[in-house]
């Protein structure tokens, strides 16, 4: 069966510092990895998937099958991004496992 | 379109109550999840349909949950009796094909069991 674990359930850091948000998985197929963000008082929403390979908001996530991760990174954290942001695994049948979550802080 | 609409936004009740939340799908997509959001346990898949047929509910809690899906715009989920530890945020999302991995959230429903 298929895990995705974020290790840090809180993340705090100053505008401007980069940041990193960890997730781990396991999966014993190809995995589709995505990361999703929940901005206060907005709904849950895709932020960016592996196979795009794409940078959003300033946001890049790179899948590393040796270390089994696809930790989201900015190199320039700013106030806007505070949310929740949750990782997730696509299995075949269109299922999403999420990781726990982890909430930015950025503070000014 | 509105995206996927749920209603109510907020419910309180008290404990043994029966408890409903409703869902309306995007248009055109064919299929829909329930999750429930909590801060110990993050964000877990309860259930899923696949036009209309219920494919896997493994996440469904126990007996006191139950879902349906009467037709393509509507799904409900019920709990019946409910318990405290209910007391989440659950959500409801849908999405298009298979090949579609993009799933499109409700804003969600405050349960609050008392």
């Known amino acids: 069966a298929q895990r995705v674990t974020q290790p840090e359930k809180l993340l705090s850091v100053f505008k401007g510092a980069p940041v990193e948000l960890k997730c781990n998985y396991s999966?014993?197929?190809?995995?589709?990895l995505f990361w999703y963000v929940q901005y206060s008082r907005q709904r849950l929403q895709l932020l960016l998937r592996?196979?795009s390979r794409e940078s959003i908001k300033g946001f890049t996530a790179d899948l590393n099958k040796g270390e089994t991760s696809f930790h989201l990174k900015k190199p320039f954290a700013q106030e806007e991004d505070s949310a929740m942001y949750y990782c997730a695994l696509s299995a075949p049948s269109n299922m999403l496992t999420f990781g726990g979550g982890t909430r930015l802080m950025v503070k000014p | 379109d509105a995206g996927v609409i749920q209603s109510p936004r907020h419910e309180v009740t008290e404990m043994g109550q029966e408890v409903t939340l409703r869902c309306k799908p995007i248009s055109g997509h064919d299929y829909l999840f329930w999750y429930r959001q909590t801060m110990m346990r993050g964000l877990e898949l309860l259930i899923y349909?696949?036009?209309?047929?219920?494919?896997?509910d493994s996440g469904m809690p126990e007996d006191r949950f139950s879902a349906k899906m009467p037709n393509a715009s509507f799904s409900t989920l019920k709990i019946q009796p409910s318990e405290p530890r209910d007391s989440a945020v659950y959500f409801c999302?849908?999405?298009?094909?298979?090949?579609?991995?993009?799933?499109?959230f409700g804003p969600g429903t405050r349960l609050t069991v008392t």
């Open positions: 349909f696949n036009n209309n047929v219920p494919i896997d």
């Open positions: 592996h196979i």
């Open positions: 999302a849908s999405s298009s094909s298979p090949t579609s991995y993009e799933q499109y």
């Open positions: 999966y014993s197929g190809s995995p589709e």
